[in-house]
């Protein structure tokens, strides 16, 4: 791409997420967009396709990233569990990383999945992602249990309340805008309050 096209198309992407954070998708529009960047809508066009060709480029690389994250976490824990790693180690990373290497150096795409996507195929990621966490949670208890853990039954239901309850706790510190050093801290308060309670149902406690 020439110099000139992506200096052009670094200012229309940084309209784009503006509109969006402020507005959210459904009530954003192209030409208020255009204004925000300084060109025609005609112009934006030529960058994008459409409203939601927009959003789905800023939040996508959020949410592959996310997807690659979850993906190494697991075939890792899978990984010492088969080496027969101490408790202590099969629990050394956690969501909070997640939240630290990924999401954080994102905010502004995690804030427009969060709370913006209304209206778009990402609408629902943050249920679809608790879901997924929930199936991988309970095939790791299964697979625990036939390595001799002495993992605690929990049915879906309860597991489910947790989750979303762990979620909700590590995500609302991001949605509030806590500046670095108090996020820092409330993230490290939410590992201490939940992780004894993870590691017991794993039976690693």
Request: a negative charge.
């Amino acid at each position: 791409m020439p110099r000139d096209k992506t200096l052009s198309h670094i200012k229309v992407n940084k309209a784009i997420k503006e509109e969006f954070l402020e507005k959210g998708f459904e009530a954003a529009s192209i030409r208020s967009i255009g204004a925000r960047a300084g060109m025609t809508s005609a112009g934006l066009y030529r960058h994008y396709a459409d409203k939601e060709a927009m959003f789905n480029a800023m939040v996508e690389p959020l949410v592959d990233e996310i997807k690659t994250w979850t993906k190494r976490h697991t075939e890792q824990k899978y990984n010492l569990v088969d080496a027969q790693a101490e408790n202590r180690n099969l629990f050394g990373e956690s969501f909070i990383d997640l939240i630290r290497e990924v999401i954080l150096p994102r905010r502004d795409e995690f804030k427009l999945l969060m709370t913006c996507s209304s209206g778009t195929k990402y609408e629902n990621f943050i249920h679809e992602y608790a879901r997924e966490n929930q199936t991988a949670f309970l095939d790791a208890i299964g697979y625990l249990r036939e390595k001799g853990y002495p993992v605690i039954d929990i049915d879906e239901e309860k597991l489910h309340i947790l989750l979303s309850a762990y979620l909700t706790a590590c995500f609302e510190p991001i949605i509030h805008d806590y500046d670095d050093q108090k996020l820092d801290k409330y993230l490290d308060t939410i590992q201490e309050f939940f992780m004894p309670g993870w590691m017991r149902i794993m039976g690693l406690s």
